[in-house]
């Protein structure tokens, strides 16, 4: 039986100048799946992110989001229809703590602001005390517990990264859109990343839209993977046939054709005798945007 369409992206296209981020981007993600978002550097993925968060707006396309035309909502009424994200670069404040953080991002669902809990203004204790018991479960949910009082900022960079992914969860969402989520995790901490994914989508029927250049977690977790490059839809499917197609490796080997990215320069990589071919989406390097060198 065919799930329900959470999310309908139709026809976006997003120009700056004379330079078109997005070209008539049209995808869908059904409800309880995981959907990969990849495609070289500068292909647009996190543009995309930011027209479907409404920080960006498009000059053309629409965006539905659980059967509604959400298109021309600011960013804040997105999330409280259910959209939640991660950042490319962390979201979370380095000067908070872990439980701050998380409570900070609770407030987009609390009902009143957040310095209105903090100055225990009538009506927001009782419920401050609920998000603080919120706040408690996620952080264990996420093996936080030992760092929750200690300042984001003195933490290890995986560990702020998983301080974000509880963040997002904290607006209680319907849809979690992370950007890079395993970007400068350590491998061991990739797997457990893996792990963490298919739980929410398991046990908590979360459905999650990630952009991710870390194949081997591409394709052990996403159920449908679309391909961007120059703004366009290169293609979509599964992750193993994704992994194969031609054209796929082709524009990943285009985008890193530099020393390491192929040992012959461009052709496409042949299939190991006991195993898929190498896939060569692999981070190029440190960011333009000063984020960590991957780790594939
Ligand atoms: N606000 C902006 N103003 C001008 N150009 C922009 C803006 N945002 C993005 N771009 C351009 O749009 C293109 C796509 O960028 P984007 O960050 O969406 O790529 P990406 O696929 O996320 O790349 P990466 O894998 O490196 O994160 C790039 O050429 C970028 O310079
Ligand atoms: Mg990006």
Redesign the pocket.
């Known amino acids: 039986m065919s799930r329900r369409q959470l999310l309908k992206v139709e026809g976006l296209s997003l120009r700056?100048g004379g330079?078109q981020?997005l070209d008539d981007l049209s995808l869908t993600v059904r409800e309880g799946r995981i959907v990969g978002l990849i495609?070289?550097?500068?292909?647009?993925?996190?543009?995309?992110f930011?027209c479907l968060t409404g920080i960006?707006r498009p000059q053309g396309g629409r965006v539905f989001f659980d059967g509604k035309d959400v298109s021309h909502l600011p960013t804040h009424r997105r999330a409280r229809r259910g959209i939640a994200r991660t950042w490319?670069n962390l979201g979370v404040i380095d000067a908070l703590t872990v439980t701050e953080n998380v409570m900070l991002a609770q407030h987009q669902r609390a009902g009143y602001s957040a310095l209105a809990g903090m100055l225990g203004l009538a009506g927001t204790w009782h419920r401050e005390r609920e998000l603080r018991r919120d706040a408690a479960e996620i952080i264990e949910y996420f093996g936080l517990e030992d760092v929750a009082d200690e300042r984001a900022g003195e933490l290890p960079y995986g560990v702020r990264k998983t301080c974000d992914m509880a963040m997002a969860l904290a607006t209680d969402p319907k849809m979690l859109m992370l950007d890079?989520p395993a970007s400068g995790l350590s491998p061991e901490e990739a797997l457990a990343l893996g792990t963490t994914l298919r739980e929410l989508r398991d046990r908590l029927r979360l459905t999650i839209l990630m952009?991710e250049?870390h194949v081997p977690l591409v394709a052990d977790v996403c159920d449908y993977v679309y391909v961007?490059n120059f703004?366009r839809l290169l293609t979509e499917g599964e992750p193993e046939a994704i992994q194969r197609h031609p054209e796929v490796i082709a524009a990943y080997l285009g985008g890193a054709a530099e020393p390491g990215a192929g040992s012959d320069g461009g052709t496409v990589p042949v299939a190991a005798a006991d195993g898929p071919p190498d896939w060569p989406l692999v981070p190029e390097g440190p960011?333009?945007d000063g984020r960590p060198d991957g780790t594939a």
């Open positions: 700056f330079l981020v495609g070289p550097n500068g292909a647009g993925k996190t543009s995309c930011n960006y490319q890079e952009i250049h961007l703004g960011h333009s």
